[in-house]
């Protein structure tokens, strides 16, 4: 066996012990009597977990919430991605980049936002209709399936967005003037043949976005709980932390059904990618996209664009802000002005625990971060460079977990290290954090090995270099901007992740956004605000500082 493939060899088998070894541990709990009880196995879990009398609504709630947001969120993919490539909107190009900025908003904070703004009891903008029009009970409850669906699709909406967008921005002129030619006109264009030859971008995003949905906790924990509607995700959290009768194994069996409708999911996600190449439009030099010209839609449709990115990106900070400097919830005036303080600050900052979240997700973001990223570089360089049957399994391998909803595997890396020294650790949270964030430590520097021509490392090799040497000296100094977006990607996943922490953090490794949710549980909401604010602080000031080093370090 060669150097490179007993490097392949081992990176497989740190890929798999990161991605398999949680799903074994799920289907072995699962079977388990509990967590104490090693080779007693039992159909008793999966027993309990069907026969649960509250499992039909749930699974019904779960679809609902499922599909309703996957559709909202590509059908506002849909929207902006014709307006930002296919018509002459004004600030394009500002809208395209805001576009995908919510996905730097903590979920969890970004659901907490609307609850401020539209819980029932207090919320800001109820208690401001209430005011005008002297109406005794809240128009809107956030605490609802249709609040769920309206906060995680503006949440997915970016996601759809990276998938639809670039596929309508590289369709071919002609065959939408041919339309035109034979007497259609724009909206019957649009409908007959610009959806049809998008449907498969279409379908990936939609189906993507079902994925996620899936694997949310973030919107169910605080929208869905507080209105007593479960999903899936709540109702596993559910079983393994409320209560007296906490089982660890029904929460595996039900897991086990979760992870696999992802993995099919996924699988189909893929297929429908690749499948794409068969409608392609764009097949010589000739191309240049087509611009509708909006005429007197262009205002209206300016002022809706520009709505609908305020309400994504520049509502939830300020209601937080806002949130975190009053002594509680109250209408914008000149009295709540008056009534302005920092005490919410200064509670947080005095909380020991807040503080040693704030120092658990700093060190998990930034180490974990840096060790996911080295782990990456290595596995991408196997994966574009080295075509054997072994790289392909860890490609493979590499991508499985990006179909884990966090609260499943969670659970299954929990059965893991709960006979191990790092059970309820920060470790544990470490290594969890990894395995599930490392496909986006892998996408962008796969995409940057494949730029970075085989003569490079040839012609260091002949002069005598190894291969470690080639690649600290050559190979990485080109991959810079590579690792800038992947370093920043997990850094940013790792410093907001909840519904992993949620099953892995205990007393001594709580992390930022288990504090969050425990906050909004206790209706603490100007603490949760500022330790919010926080957040946002921290992830932007990481992402500038790495950014600004990358540009430095870029040769």
Known sequence: MNSSSRNTVILLVIVGFLTVSPVIMLLFGSFSRGLSVSGAFTLDKYIAAYTDPDLGEIINNTVIFVFGSSLLATLLALFLSYLNNRTDITWKFLFRIISITPMMIPHILFSVSWVLLLNPSNGIFNLILKQLFGLKNSLFNIYSLGGMILVEGLLDMPIAYLIIAPAMASFDVNLEESSRVCGANTLQTLIRITLPVLRPAILAAFILCIVRCMASFAVPSVIGMPGRIYVLATHIYRTISIGFAIDYGKAAAIGMSVLVISVILIIIYRYLTAESEKYVTISSRGYRPAVIELKRAKVPLFFVLGLLLFILIVLPVLVLVYTSLVPYSMIPSSRALSMMNLNHWREVLKDPISILSLKNSIFLGIFGATIGIILSIFVAYTIVRIKTRTSGILESLSFLSFSFPGIVIGVGFMWFFVRTPIYATIWA??????????????????????????????????FGAKPLTTMRRIIVPLLIPGITSGWILMATMFLRELSLS???????????????????????????????IIMIVISTSLVALVTFIGIKLKP
């Open 502 to 532: 949620v099953v892995l953090a205990r007393p001594g490794s709580e992390v930022m956004a288990v504090q969050i949710l425990r906050f909004a549980s206790d209706g603490l909401w100007g603490r949760l605000s500022a330790l919010g």
């Open 429 to 462: 949270l470490l290594i969890g954090y990894i395995a599930t964030y490392i496909p986006y430590g892998i996408r962008p520097l796969s995409s940057a090995f494949i730029q970075i021509h085989k003569h490079l490392e040839e012609s260091s090799r002949v």
